[in-house]
């Protein structure tokens, strides 16, 4: 009988955490990636550096003092100063929030924008759905940087108008993938139910098209921001975006490139900040798309 009980008992499958769903399941899955964990925790510390540097800056990130004119890292000045004396450290700190702050900004805008334009277009389709594709074909024809630049240069010198201009050149690709998406939703057999039933366009779009076209949409945004953030500072080094006295990491690296034999630290560490957190971010997407992927969810 124990025999024959030992034989007929199924073996207990592999248990995975209660929550193998939704929240649950987000954080299960990137505990289990060690880069992702990384890009976490990086967005989470420039996040708090953003947030906190006001209590985090050792010094006024404008004070201007020529007797300390480019100083090496000292215990002083952990980072240097700049060519007016003005130290390294508090700028970067404070510089956190204006590049940080675009990423995030450009992203809203442009992700926000691009799903509606995409999800409607998708769903109207026709003549409507030609019209939009064309016009964002063009605006994909050009280089994404070049485009940028011509924007900002015409908007005038402004991180603001930087910002503007990286949000409307980055709109083609929200719609593009939001499109994508709509043209196989509309298909779905609820869809064609509400549609059967007398829901307006409006509605099958914001109801069940945009919700359901939210996950590509999200790992498209969270990989956006790095790229975002060197785009913001590439403007900033050509002197398109941020304006001195402001403290902007792309306009740091662009100042301290006349003094890059001598005085590394001007331009280094404010380089370092931009490459770990555009290393961030895109660290932290690669584990948000393979978390919504669902041919991982059984992996």
Known sequence: MNAMTEQTLPT?????????????????????????????????????MMLFAPWLATHDPN????????????????????????????RIIFGSRQSISVGLFVVAVSGVIGA????????????TDRVIMRLM?????????VLTMALAAALGASLFNAMLAIAVVRIPYYVRLARGQALGIREMGYVKAARTFGASRWHIVSW??????????????????????????????????????????????ATGRNYVL????????????????ATGFNLFG????????????GK
């Open 116 to 127: 509606l334009i995409g999800c409607f277009s998708g769903v109207v389709g026709g003549r």
């Open 137 to 145: 074909d063009v605006m994909l024809s050009v280089p994404s940087l």
């Open 12 to 48: 207990a499958p592999d248990i995975q955490p209660a929550a193998a769903s939704g929240l649950g399941y987000f954080f299960y899955k990137v505990k289990k990636s060690p880069l992702t964990v990384a890009g976490l925790f990086i967005i989470l510390f420039m996040l708090a």
């Open 262 to 277: 001598d005085q590394w630290w001007y331009s280094g560490f404010p380089g370092l900040a931009i490459l770990i957190t």
């Open 208 to 253: 069940h098209v945009i919700r359901n076209a939210l996950p590509p949409l999200i790992v498209q945004a969270t990989l956006d921001i790095g790229g975002t953030i060197l785009m913001a500072a590439a403007l900033g080094f050509i002197g398109l975006g941020a304006q001195q006295p402001t403290a902007e990491w792309g306009a740091m690296v």
């Open 63 to 90: 004070a201007i003092d020529l007797m300390y004119r480019l100083l090496p890292p000292s215990a002083e000045h952990w980072f240097g100063t700049d060519e007016v004396g003005r130290d390294i450290y508090s």
């Open 286 to 297: 690669d584990g948000i798309r393979d978390i919504l992927d669902p041919k991982q969810k």
